[in-house]
């Protein structure tokens, strides 16, 4: 499943190297537009070696002038957990603080490795830190079991 573990690439190399040369934005400017340290990283990400955090993922696509949807790998089964993290700027961390949970209990929702779906209200307070509806959390907990299978 796309997304559905944490080893699996999120963003896609190809659409962050287009939209930068779309730009008209060399590795070292957009690093030095996004605050990081040299092109070196630019290139990683730009080959899969490495991705970009969220919040520096959101910066990039700030600065290109594009969708943070359209530098990710596209779902085909949907936008799991992980995804939706992504798509808000959240670290795991951010996520797991913001919805009153440990980090381990967050990243096993992530990761699908859950017997059942959180409370509702746990449910609740995750949609509102995703920005996203409840229904779309159950979805995206729902991709993330399957693939944490």
Request: no cysteine; net charge neutral; proline share 5%.
């Amino acid at each position: 499943m796309s997304g559905a573990t944490p080893g699996q690439p999120l963003v896609d190399p190809t659409a962050l190297r287009v939209a930068r040369e779309a730009a008209g934005i060399t590795q070292h400017g957009l690093a030095r537009l996004i605050g990081v340290a040299g092109g070196e990283r630019v290139s990683r990400w730009e080959r899969g070696a490495s991705e970009p955090r969220p919040e520096a993922l959101h910066r990039i696509a700030e600065v290109l002038e594009v969708d943070v949807q359209t530098l990710l790998i596209p779902s085909e089964s949907g936008a799991d957990l992980r995804r939706l993290r992504v798509l808000a700027g959240l670290s795991a961390r951010q996520v797991a603080e913001r919805t009153h949970v440990s980090v381990p209990t967050y990243a096993r929702w992530e990761s699908g490795h859950i017997e059942r779906l959180p409370s509702q209200g746990a449910l609740e307070t995750l949609a509102e830190t995703l920005n996203v509806t409840v229904s779309e959390v159950r979805a995206a907990l729902s991709a993330a079991r399957r693939g944490g299978e």
